[in-house]
């Protein structure tokens, strides 16, 4: 079983950073492909960003890709979403998320274990 636990959000005016955390529980974090979603009110969740299991390979939404890098650090058992130019559009609740073997990164239903999400909120 692994735990996810978020950190990191907060308030943030448009164009500012903030950089997310997830901190996992459990020996086998390093194996385990690592995404970030997020789900806005009213809306679906959709797939942020998310990264193999080495860090050697990323995949980002095109709506944040070149203002948000997704990372990781297995000796900490901790993965990273810094985010910058925020715009209000950004706003959600972000959740990341931990597939026990590698699927389709894009699809929510191919992960295994998700944390309790962090509130971002960008004004203009």
């Known amino acids: 079983q692994v735990q996810l636990v978020e950190s990191g959000g907060g308030l943030v005016q448009a164009g500012g950073s903030l950089r997310l955390s997830c901190a996992a529980s459990?020996?086998?974090?390093?194996?385990?492909?690592m995404g970030w979603f997020r789900q806005a009110p009213g809306k679906e969740r959709e797939f942020v960003a998310a990264?193999?299991?080495?860090?050697?390979?990323?995949n980002y939404a095109g709506s944040v890709k070149g203002r948000f890098t997704i990372s990781r650090d297995n000796l900490k058992n901790t993965v990273y979403l810094q985010m910058n130019s925020l715009k209000p559009e950004d706003t959600a609740v972000y959740y990341c998320?931990?597939?026990?073997?590698?699927?389709?990164?894009?699809?929510?239903?191919?992960?295994?274990?998700w944390g309790q999400g962090t509130q971002v909120t960008v004004s203009s």
């Open positions: 998320a931990a597939q026990r073997v590698p699927r389709a990164v894009v699809i929510g239903s191919s992960y295994d274990y």
């Open positions: 990264i193999t299991w080495s860090g050697g390979s990323t």
């Open positions: 459990g020996r086998t974090f390093s194996t385990y492909p």
